[in-house]
């Protein structure tokens, strides 16, 4: 299984460093956990690195894993931070938060971009940072703005318990939006094959279907259906509607509390950050290309609209 490893300095300055002198090594060790070429982590990824850099924290070096979707990959991941020393592991979504949590409760864990973190049991004992949440009732009723879905395909992974959560949260709905959800759990591309018989999709902030994701807006251009989702970085692949926590917030509050942690703040004193910075985003021109409209009052209220 290949694992990607990258080393970063990330030098804090201050006017201490303004004066050029002998090279030192780091005070500290921050293992970052990044799952696959996924788009919105990498957002996330940047805007910590950048934040990380303006906390003043000392000299600190980032070393980045970039395991694939998958549960041995993620715990591959934790343990080499493990086995580097990391003083702090960053995860950014459940899948890595929850695997670090179970391989480690010694060393402190901050997390970014995880969907509901409090129903997933993460709060507390070594584990601190910013939820991702967002509500799905809001996306499912802007989508059927679009679309009057009689049903709709769930696209989630049985293992990744946010989106079991998403996915229970819109069978849910279904009495009061008028819809019936079918699920397809994806953990692999050749999963997209069942997704069938739908008017219209959810993705899940699934770590597996969004590294696939593109496959994902094949079927649905096939078909002419409508697609909405709750994790940031589709849009340009196709997505119509998404409604997610900004990625840049995401990564700079993460970095805050890194910060805070590395000058000696336990994990469980810092308490949960919600996301303060909602993106609505539109992509005109693929629900166009599919000859779908968009209310107006959707396009007025998008933080961005794609054209």
Known sequence: MKKTVIHIIVLFCSALFMVAGPATAADKTIGVIMTGNIPYYKDMHK??????????????????????????????????????????????????????????????????????????????????????????????????????FATLGVVFSESEKDTVLQANEAKQLEPSFGFRSARFSIKKTDDIAKIANVDALFLTTGCAAMHCVNNIIGVARKTKIPTGTTIGGGEGSGIILTLSANPQEQGREAAKIAARVIKGAKPASIALEPPKKIDLIVNLKEATDMGLKIPFDLLTTATRVIK
């Open 47 to 148: 805007a910590f690195t950048e934040g990380l850099a303006a906390e003043g924290a000392g000299k600190v070096e980032v070393v980045l894993q970039t395991p694939t979707p998958e549960p041995m990959s993620w715990a591959n991941a934790v343990r080499k931070l493990i086995s580097v020393g990391a003083d702090v592991i960053v995860t950014y979504g459940a899948p890595a938060t929850l695997t670090a949590m179970a391989e480690t409760t010694e060393i402190p864990i901050v997390f970014a971009g995880v969907y509901d973190p409090q129903a997933l049991g993460i709060m507390g004992k070594n584990a601190t940072g910013v939820s991702s949440k967002v509500p799905v009732a809001s996306l499912l009723k802007n989508l059927k703005g679009i679309a009057n």
